[in-house]
């Protein structure tokens, strides 16, 4: 780290640079939960298919996913800020479009321009948070709210589309990010700074082959997830992904200025960070997507009822991740990071015994504090150790792997999850069992599948080294 980055004094009014960035951070995350739970209105007024409906969701996130990595190094070389501010323009536009949209073609394009935007947005924050926040124990603050609002965002997101869907309209969903959008457009200029740029070329062949080859595993693990493992396209698409991803990491260990630097992992802390931030999401995607099914269809919650259902959840984590700045220092993550993947292993089992007669207090209530402190203490110390280290001129690229590896995680560890549920449903269907019995085995084998997931997590978090007292 330069001297002269470190000489930079903090932001004027912190306080205020943070929030907007935080805020930016969540109304990219929350597009993807508020949208499921607005699904079936907008299959109705829109004439989607069913197997056309997950597109909904789908591409969004396979642009999303596909252009992190580019959105990251883009930053880094032609300015942070303006990458942000951009890509938030970009997405609140795309916000206004869908939700206006008359077709489903219409609302499809303007999904895919929210990931673009959200593609140049989403890399940017965190690179802004660690260039901005200098000084040590301020960065750890600023990272822990961060990964908390992040983190607690999935559940948020139920919350929030369920009560626009129930209250107004499925269009709701999306006029939401106006008002945010609007006003980090309008404050951003003044409480944030243009980081320091540092000159270079962008390494096109590597934004190329790691942009095809990201969104062809993110495409592969969709088609799988709708049609099954055994579907050529989606089969032919994970094996183009793979050979792509091979060829990048190829061209990064070659090339002068890689958009994925490989020092990123040589550090062993931040490279069990990344690989957490892969197998935490595969792991934790299960509870929020098969609970919204349980509580609607078995229990026979509204959607907005299912959405606070998810509050205990997300008070818990995002708690955990606050009271994080004053322990980390002291301690280091490890202690954190075993103990937060621990309770996620023993959440996700305890959800294998939900049955057709479990009620929310008796069956669920239990299990989600777990998953939330957990969550918590297991993935809040991870953006400290990945990004409070970092060198500011890799800062853009460091956030843009951090979020490609959550994107990518989450999408496969879903399609694992639900083709391991569709065979176990199958099973019980088979034997004359209820739609309730059905659903519900479905959902005790993925979360098995799920536990199995986290115990990876375990045995990572056991790798990261002790920090020193201090």
Known sequence: MSQQTLARPAPARPGATLAIIVTCQLMLLLDVTVMNVALPRIR???GF??????WVINAYTLVFGGLLLLGGRAGDLFGRRRLFLGGVALFTAASLLGGLADSAGWLLVARILQGLGAAAAGPSTLALITSMFTEPRERVRALSVFSGVASAGFAIGLIVGGLLTEWFTWRAVLFINLPFGLAILALGPRFIREPQRHPARLDLPGALTATAGIAALVYGFIRAAEAGWADRAALAALVAGAVLVAGFLCIEVRTREPLMPPHLFADRNRAAGYLNFFLGPMAMMSAFF????????????SALRTGFAFLPLATVLFTASRLMPRWLPTFGPKPFVIAGTVLMVLGLAWLTRLSPSSGYVTGLLGPMVVLG??????FTPLTVVIMSTVRPADAGAAGG???????????LGLAVLVTVAGSASRSTAETGGSPADVLVDGMSAA??????????????AA???????G
């Open 44 to 46: 109705v007024d829109l």
């Open 49 to 54: 298919t069913p197997a056309g409906l997950s």
């Open 290 to 301: 098969f609970l919204t099914q349980f509580l609607q269809e078995v229990v026979g919650y």
């Open 373 to 378: 402190l957990g969550g918590g203490l297991a």
């Open 401 to 411: 792997v951090l979020q490609t590896m959550q994107q990518v995680g989450a999408t």
């Open 447 to 460: 979360f098995t599948m799920s536990a199995g997931f986290a115990l990876l997590t375990v045995v990572v």
């Open 463 to 469: 790798s990261f080294r002790r920090r020193p007292r």
